[in-house]
């Protein structure tokens, strides 16, 4: 379950468990008509995926970790790419005894709960494929 409050010029949005981390927070940017923002967050999350961008392969290498997972930080931003809501989020993940693996979250479902703070902004902010690496990055022109 997905829940969202608006406080001031902020959004809150809380996860329920079994949500789908990604999914989730699209899912009530949309609904709340948010189309560019910052995000930060905190909580847990199962199965959680992290990956780095290898830049010589243009590609992710990914890595799932097993169980739950408490979310130490989560940063990241909703951009505009092809008409849609695009995340670019990082995570920093601890386990049982705090030790911490962090990168590019591509995955994972709420284990607990998970508490996504949202700074929305006043304009849309665009992403377009750069040719050099095959990502959609900012694009300011």
Not at 59 to 70: A, I
Not at 119 to 135: F, K, M, N, Q
């Amino acid at each position: 379950m997905t829940t969202w409050k608006r406080c001031d010029d902020h959004l809150v949005i809380v996860l329920g468990r079994g949500t789908p981390v990604l999914e989730g927070v699209a899912d009530a940017l949309r609904e709340a008509e948010v189309v560019s923002a910052s995000l930060m967050g905190i909580g847990a999350i199962d199965h959680p995926r992290l990956a780095w961008f290898d830049r010589y392969e243009k590609q992710y290498r990914e890595r799932t970790f097993d169980g739950v997972w408490e979310i130490a930080s989560l940063i990241g931003n909703a951009t505009q790419f092809q008409d849609d809501i695009r995340l670019h989020c990082h995570a920093v993940i601890s386990d049982r005894n705090c030790n911490t693996c962090g990168g590019h979250l591509t995955a994972g479902v709420v284990g607990v709960t998970c508490e996504i703070t949202v700074v929305p902004y006043g304009d849309p902010l665009l992403r377009s494929i750069d040719p050099e690496c095959a990502l959609p990055l900012l694009d300011f022109s």
